[in-house]
């Protein structure tokens, strides 16, 4: 496989052709934003341990039966994955309030959810990813009714998933952040990543004290994101190599 022109730069990743047009080739990135870019820093590690740590949820999640748009793995730093044309939406599943939603609805962090919520935002920086429910999706032409039908019924087999892998290694998923895209044959699939730049995950100690393993340590300037990645990334690839 060729890497060819890149095509896109976020905030975590590189996007590159491939000499297959239906491949592209992604490059994680040293770099972690919070707060829609407002904080930035380079912090060494954490493209080897996302790039890893996806792969590892990718392939837990297809022996549990739900695809990905996850090919196969490059390097330490790199993958393939297929091409796919993304819903512009931030697709959201909560297990336990916390973080916008927590301070949205005036919760305590931490409070378990009847049952699982789906929230969507419209993927836009400028616009700060603002909220949306099903009518505006549909309304704005964002997704088909059964576009959206089949993103929500993936969203919410993707946390069950989860919540099974995670609980196996002994970490609450609290919530995750997925994107969904339309393959070049009309297929609704996951794309983009699952990892601790984007999933909530906690170890709850039998005091209550809650020892966070995500992104969070950086938004909220708690500490070193990078021994907690490892242990994610360990205690995968044990179950992974377990199954
Ligand atoms: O900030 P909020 O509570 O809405 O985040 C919900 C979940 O979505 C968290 O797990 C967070 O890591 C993820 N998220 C994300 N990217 C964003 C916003 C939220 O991965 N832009």
């Known amino acids: 496989m060729e890497q060819l022109e890149q095509l896109?730069?976020?905030?975590a990743k590189k996007l590159y052709a491939t000499d297959d047009p239906d491949i592209l080739w992604v490059e994680y990135m040293d770099q972690?934003?919070?707060g829609n870019g407002a904080k930035k820093a380079q912090i060494a590690g954490k493209a080897s341990l996302n790039n890893r740590i996806t792969a590892v949820i990718f392939d837990l999640l297809k022996a549990r039966g739900v695809d990905s748009h996850f090919v196969a793995p490059?390097?330490?730093?790199e993958q393939l994955v297929r091409r796919m044309t993304m819903f512009p939406l931030e697709i959201i599943m909560r297990n336990t309030a916390a973080g916008s939603f927590a301070k949205r609805y005036g919760v305590d962090e931490g409070t378990e959810l009847k049952r699982p919520i789906l929230e969507f935002c419209?993927?836009?920086?400028d616009l700060g990813d603002p909220f949306i429910n099903d009518d505006g999706i549909v309304a704005l032409g964002l997704a088909s009714p059964e576009q959206l039908d089949e993103?929500?019924?993936q969203a919410r087999a993707v946390n069950d998933a989860l919540l099974?892998?995670?609980?196996?290694?002994?970490?609450?998923?609290v919530d995750f952040k997925i994107e969904e895209g339309v393959t070049s044959d009309g297929r609704v699939l996951l794309a983009d990543e699952i990892t601790p730049d984007t999933c909530r995950l906690w170890r709850v100690e039998s005091d209550g004290t809650v020892e966070h393993l995500d992104k969070d340590l950086f938004r909220r300037d708690m500490g070193d994101i990078i021994?907690?990645?490892e242990e994610i990334l360990e205690r995968l690839e044990q179950l992974a190599a377990d199954e």
Request: no cysteine; glycine share 6%.
């Open 74 to 77: 490059l390097s330490d730093t």
């Open 122 to 125: 419209v993927k836009n920086d």
């Open 151 to 153: 993103i929500s019924r």
């Open 227 to 229: 021994p907690a990645y």
């Open 32 to 34: 972690a934003t919070a």
């Open 164 to 173: 099974d892998i995670f609980s196996a290694i002994g970490v609450r998923l």
């Open 8 to 11: 896109y730069e976020g905030k």
